[in-house]
């Protein structure tokens, strides 16, 4: 399975990458900037996170839509439709007059950028075949790995050099470029489904799944913001839209097993490499965005520097994320992603072990040593895990499936962001009393008064990353059951092998007379 993707694989990944780079970036790239907008809008803190949440909201919504649409209209024309609305509503964004304006261009910004990463990878998924998915699932994780590394140096260089409308008007150029990149390289066809598998020329949209599953799954990611804005579950905001959308989820997976062709392929499921592989999915965006919101927070809050320092010491985690997601994918290919997921998972945890004993003192080129090692740890587990995913699919799942894979990875980004915050937050408040709860979310301290705190806020932190390496560890349990259920897939396999090449053999030696019966 060695040697350089084929030309017309290597065409469209250009073009994923593009998209993915804007949609993601741009979901990391607004947080370092959310202070400044308090400030230039007049708003309270807690009516400027909206432009956060209700863009991550209206991402989740828009996902389930993915596969059908991709069967529906082709890859190419949904691709360049959602981009340019991209495109649109980030022009409005940056054009926004008050705070409710902005919000409301936020939501419908995300309801376009919710398709662009998924749409990518059905594409690229069904050009390349189960045989190169290891090094093509390699070349889109490139921005899911680095975009929250990059984020925050990119938004805290525009904030400090720019107006803060330049963070969503980058995104016209980058996008136009896109644009004329697939007018040229995406390919016409449309995805194939398994509605055209049946011989449907046009696949039937599930109304009821789609009413079921991305309220559902927005009204997590909502409940799940508010138990971080309140740091508890006890609000009737936190726990009753998590209650509804779990209901909400729980009817559509019901509905999706009695369904010919629901909106997302719940049965896909009942294969238990697809599931472990999944669940690590989950896991590893957990682990990726949760621990994300922690460091570049240690960096201004517990030592004090600047947005733009904090970025450029995150930085470090980027550079070993592009080595572990080069091996990784070329590892994939030839041992399979369950054994190459469990050996990122070890490096993972080993970088974030290091995050648990930080003082206010610890060496940067120390800590910057564990980023590097946490980078080759998501590079190597992440995509590895998607690629596996991907791997036991037919081509005509694909398009159903990468919705559901995409949405695991939102909400457990979700729920590892929120639950990590509301954890340091606690730790804080209990050390130093209710007034230090503006130094997570008023920006870093300084002068005397951030040194007599030092110590007990980088306590805080390494405190919690104890928690960020549980949920890391978590994932060695599905990961572990993938490279078994690997191993048995393989097995199988070799059985299978070995008895047509044993029925061959018989043929080419039996006699002209009884081969021709």
């Known amino acids: 399975m060695g040697g350089a993707l084929p030309r017309d694989v290597r065409r469209i990944a250009v073009v994923v990458i593009v998209g993915a780079v804007m949609s993601i970036l741009d979901t990391t790239i607004v947080n370092v900037a959310l202070e400044t907008l308090r400030i230039e809008l007049g708003a309270p803190l807690s009516t400027i996170q909206w432009v956060s949440t209700g863009y991550l909201l209206a991402l989740a919504t828009a996902i389930p839509l993915t596969g059908w649409a991709a069967e529906r209209f082709g890859p190419k024309r949904v691709w360049m439709t959602v981009v340019a609305a991209f495109v649109v509503t980030s022009g409005l964004c940056g054009l926004a007059w008050s705070v409710e304006s902005l919000i409301g261009f936020r939501v419908l910004q995300g309801f376009a950028g919710g398709m662009i990463m998924p749409i990518g990878m059905i594409t690229l998924a069904q050009a390349a075949g189960p045989g190169r998915i290891g090094r ?197 290919d030839r041992y399979g992603g369950g054994k190459v997921v469990l050996v990122g998972l070890v490096f993972l945890i080993a970088g974030t072990a290091i995050f648990t004993q930080v003082d206010a003192t610890t060496s940067y080129w120390l800590v910057g040593a564990a980023l590097v090692l946490r980078g080759i740890g998501l590079g190597g587990s992440m995509m590895p895990a998607m690629a596996a995913a991907y791997a036991t699919l037919q081509r005509n799942q694909v398009p159903r499936a990468t919705p559901a894979l995409n949405v695991l990875q939102r909400v457990g980004g979700s729920i590892g962001a929120a639950l990590l915050i509301v954890i340091l937050q606690n730790r804080i408040i209990s050390s130093l009393g209710e007034g230090a709860q503006g130094g997570v979310s008023g920006g870093a301290l300084s002068g005397a008064a951030r040194d007599r705190v030092a110590e007990p806020l980088a306590e805080a932190f390494a405190h919690t990353f104890w928690y960020a390496l549980a949920l890391s560890a978590a994932a060695l349990i599905p990961a572990a059951i993938l490279a078994v259920e690997e191993r048995r897939t393989g097995r199988r396999a070799a059985a299978l092998s070995a008895a047509e090449a044993e029925v061959a053999a018989d043929r080419e030696t039996a006699p002209p007379a009884i081969a021709a019966v």
């Open 136 to 332: 093509v699932m390699s070349v889109v994780g490139v921005p899911m790995l680095l975009a929250p590394v990059l984020g925050p140096v990119i938004g805290g260089a525009i904030v400090q050099s720019l107006s803060w409308r330049w963070i969503f008007l980058v995104n016209l150029p980058v996008g136009i470029a896109g644009l004329l990149l697939a007018r040229r390289l995406l390919p016409e066809a449309p995805a194939a489904g398994r509605a055209s598998a049946d011989g449907h020329e046009h696949p039937v949209l599930d109304w009821r799944g789609l009413a079921l599953l991305s309220p559902g799954v927005g009204a997590i990611v909502f409940g799940v913001s508010e138990y971080g804005a309140h740091r508890t579950f006890s609000a009737l905001s936190a726990w009753l839209p998590v209650a509804l959308g779990l209901l909400a989820v729980l009817a559509f997976v019901v509905h999706g097993l009695r369904t010919r062709y629901p909106i997302v392929d719940v049965g896909l499921f009942r294969s238990g490499g697809f599931a472990a592989a999944a669940a690590t999915v989950f896991l590893t965006g957990v682990a990726l965005f949760g621990s994300m919101i922690l460091l570049p927070l240690y960096y201004q809050i517990a030592r004090g520097e600047s947005p733009l320092i904090a970025g450029l010491l995150v930085a470090p985690q980027g550079l070993g994320a592009v080595i572990g997601m080069n091996l990784g994918g070329r590892a994939t």
